[in-house]
């Protein structure tokens, strides 16, 4: 395809803005190239193609937007004949110049295979042979499946996968959803500090509960108890995802949740002081308890020894041990 043709000025109201054909833009950070253009102008033309009455963009949406904003009447533009090319030609065109002025996010990289195999028909077998290493994606059928289903879903969830950049296996953790879970679990982990571990292993608590209970994800999410943590203010995002954590657990392991209340309850019976700790073997595998405490003097030492002594006498002690 040549595109060594001269530069053109076309008036801005003769393009068509509204055409997104050959269009991948998501969340496209436009401060420093509407600052760069604000100062110097224009540096590379977009380009065109004609169509009845106007102009289609091929490539330059962002500056066309800029420009429109800045109050300009033309722009530079390199302009195809209508017939020049087929669509995928333009749109091959497209990608090629975007990618070697700004390059793609993890979502705009999606909609670009997305439109490759489903617009423009291109074999799978093509678009990871050729396209996936162009995005510098490894050439997998995987690989294509998971940006496949992200260009797929809805964009509340694609700006908060591309804002917290979330992986590939969280992606597709978040595809085998249906679209009500998906909007339904976006308005939980928003409120969350999530880094990858804990966002899998609240998609993951909420599949096992979904799959042991015939609950929906929707369903878990908008349970009364999730819905107050998040309505907490003096709670930080970080208190409200181990909140949220602990009673998805509690969902997921109800005999374990059962023992545990059962343990808080008999622990509380010994009215142990406040500087001794009473723990149980981690998810109650195994018997066998666990005493901390902590001490300043000799003689808060010899106090904490001196309670701890006369444990051994407690009804509910023994209990414990023997549960």
């Not at 002594?309 to 002690?317: I, N, T, V, W």
Request: proline letters at 3%; a neutral charge; glycine letters at 4%.
């Amino acid at each position: 395809m040549n595109v060594m043709r001269p530069i053109e000025k076309i008036p801005l109201n003769k393009v068509d803005d509204s055409d997104d054909t050959f269009s991948i833009n998501f969340m496209p950070d436009l401060k420093s190239l509407r600052s760069s253009m604000k100062e110097i102008g224009l540096i590379q033309p977009v380009f065109l193609k004609k169509k009845l009455g106007g102009y289609q963009i091929v490539c330059g949406f962002r500056r066309i937007f800029i420009m429109k904003e800045l109050g300009k009447s033309e722009i530079e533009s390199k302009v195809f004949e209508e017939k020049e090319m087929d669509e995928f030609q333009f749109f091959s065109l497209s990608l090629h110049e975007n990618l070697t002025t700004r390059g793609f996010n993890a979502v705009e990289k999606a909609i670009a295979l997305d439109k490759l195999i489903h617009r423009f028909q291109i074999d799978p077998a093509i678009a990871i042979k050729t396209f996936l290493p162009l995005f510098s994606l490894e050439p997998n059928e995987k690989i294509l499946n998971t940006f496949l289903s992200l260009a797929g879903m809805e964009d509340g969830m694609k700006e908060y996968v591309l804002k917290e950049e979330v992986s590939r296996s969280n992606i597709r953790k978040l595809a085998n959803m249906t679209p009500d879970d998906r909007v339904a679990i976006l308005s939980l982990i928003s409120f969350l500090k999530l880094g990858e571990n804990r966002l899998r292993e609240i998609l993951t608590f909420l599949e096992e509960i979904s799959r042991k209970n015939q609950w929906t994800a929707k369903e878990i999410v908008q349970r009364g108890e999730i819905q107050v943590i998040l309505s907490q203010k003096e709670f930080t995002p970080s208190q409200k995802t181990e909140r949220v954590k602990k009673l998805l657990m509690d969902l997921r392991y109800p005999r374990m949740h059962q023992l545990e209340e059962e343990f808080v309850r008999k622990r509380r019976d010994l009215h142990l002081s406040f500087n001794v700790s009473l723990h149980h073997q981690p998810f109650f595998e195994g018997k066998g308890l666990r005493v901390e405490f902590q001490f300043e003097t000799m003689e808060e030492f010899r106090t904490i020894l001196s309670s701890l002594s006369q444990l051994a006498d407690k009804e509910e002690f023994m209990e414990l041990i023997q549960s």
